[in-house]
T-cell receptor
């Protein structure tokens, strides 16, 4: 069974440029998460989707970050414009649902470097 | 709010010797606790989880952890380290005050295994 797929794996951009990350969750998983992992830190939740609805985006910096999950499957996270401080690893995870006992499965992440 | 503290940023062991990675948690509710492992360029993988059943939890690859409520600890152990265990380990707490399993990660412990 395929795991969570993310692309690209690495991205280098100049500051003020836009960037987008793509995630394909495990088939049948209704809940999708985007996490931010800064160097030397644990992941922090940015946004959670239940099917196509963003049900928890309180940690998403809405001035420059946006996300969508059209049709409740794949998801895209966008930054526009990127800043130097956005350099980090962006992780996508999915689970069957968000309730207790539902394991979150993580993708390998996209490592973003902003120059 | 729930949180975890990983007491060591780095732990170095020799192959074949025991591993101890320490974690203390804080939670207003009866927590679920997890250990995840992150190998370079790979996604986070669940090692084991505690969800109010047996206090001694066995996971994959010979790891186990013991939930001690009186000490608010959830330390990860393995009797004999293998070279392939070298990775970053995250202690994670979750509670369900709103019915949603939100994961809160510690800052991680890097395990170094020498021959």
């Amino acid at each position: 069974e395929a795991g969570v797929v993310q692309s690209p794996r690495y991205k280098i951009i100049e500051k003020k440029q836009p960037v987008a990350f793509w995630c394909n969750p495990i088939s049948g998983h209704n809940t999708l998460y985007w996490y931010l992992q800064n160097l030397g830190q644990g992941p922090e939740l940015l946004i959670r989707y239940e099917n196509e609805e963003a049900v928890d985006d309180s940690q998403l910096p809405k001035d420059r970050f946006s996300a969508e999950r059209l049709k409740g499957v794949d998801s895209t996270l966008k930054i526009q414009p990127a800043e130097l401080g956005d350099s980090a690893v962006y992780l996508c995870a999915s689970s069957f649902s968000a309730g207790a006992g539902n394991e979150q499965f993580f993708g390998p992440g996209t490592r973003l470097t902003v120059l | 709010a729930q949180s975890v503290t990983q007491l060591d940023s780095h732990v170095s062991v020799s192959e074949g010797t025991p591993v101890l990675l320490r974690c203390n948690y804080s939670s207003s509710y009866s927590p679920s606790l997890f250990w995840y492992v992150q190998h370079p360029n790979k996604g986070l993988q669940l090692l084991l989880k505690y969800t109010s059943a047996a206090t001694l939890v066995k996971g994959i690859n010979g790891f186990e952890a013991e939930f001690k409520k009186s000490e608010t600890s959830f330390h990860l152990t393995k009797p004999s380290a293998h070279m392939s265990d070298a990775a970053e380990y995250f202690c994670v707490v979750s509670d369900l005050p709103t019915g949603f399993q939100k994961l809160v990660f510690g800052t991680g412990t890097r395990l170094l295994v020498s021959p």
